[in-house]
């Protein structure tokens, strides 16, 4: 609720700013009579808009990744409150929806991927969802299945996987999805840290 009471302090600021515009029955001035001379009427709506806009912004600010190669990102350090949990036993009360089926992420993590989805549809570009936040009883399995990562598998170990901490999305992406996902994907927080993984991003905000 706090980024809705700021939404709601914002607006009353921008109330105050907007409103009390010069009267109608102000004296006609003369065209670029000054710099802060009245611009013609309904110029206060786009004002309105635009600092709200802003306001929005400020309510929900993104955090951006750092811009690296997949290589060269280091361990990753989960938010403090993630850890009296322990990987692959974050509970459902720390996870959100991210809008696809059952996935779901660390609550700030899913509150940038819907952002983040968000932007790319405006653009016309979509992507689906494979994996999301994921247990420790089914890393275990998928470590069987698909190999360890460190033996040239595809899974992490069991209780170090990003999955484990609902940060890491594995993501159903055509080429030009991808090609957004790497132009775009950090302003969210959203960086490909991964090798050989060109699917999966982990939410790692700088
Ligand atoms: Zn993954």
Redesign the pocket.
């Given at each position: 609720m706090d980024g809705l009471a700021a939404v709601m302090n914002r607006i009353a600021s921008i109330e105050a700013i907007v409103a009390p515009r010069a009267p109608r029955s102000a004296p006609q001035t003369t065209a670029g009579s000054g710099p802060l001379g009245t611009r013609p009427g309904g110029s206060a709506g786009a004002d309105f808009e635009r600092l709200y806009a802003g306001a929005l912004a400020q309510a929900a600010p993104l955090r951006s990744a750092q811009r690296l190669e997949p290589g060269q990102y280091g361990p990753l350090q989960p938010p403090s409150e993630l850890l009296p949990f322990g990987n692959g036993r974050v509970p459902p009360h720390a996870l959100s929806s991210i809008g696809h089926g059952d996935h779901r992420l660390h609550a700030p993590a899913a509150h940038a991927f819907n952002q983040m989805e968000a932007a790319a549809r405006a653009e016309g570009v979509s992507f689906g969802v494979i994996?999301s936040f994921r247990d420790l009883a089914t890393q275990e399995r998928l470590a069987q299945e698909k190999g360890l990562y460190s033996q040239g598998g595809l899974a992490a170990a069991p209780g170090t996987?990003?999955?484990g901490w609902g940060l890491?999305?594995?993501l159903d992406l055509d080429a030009r999805a991808q090609a957004w996902m790497r132009e775009n994907g950090w302003r969210f927080g959203f960086v490909e840290d991964?090798p050989r993984?060109p699917?999966?991003w982990t939410y790692r905000p700088a």
């Open positions: 994996a996987s990003n999955h890491s999305v594995d991964v993984e699917w999966h």
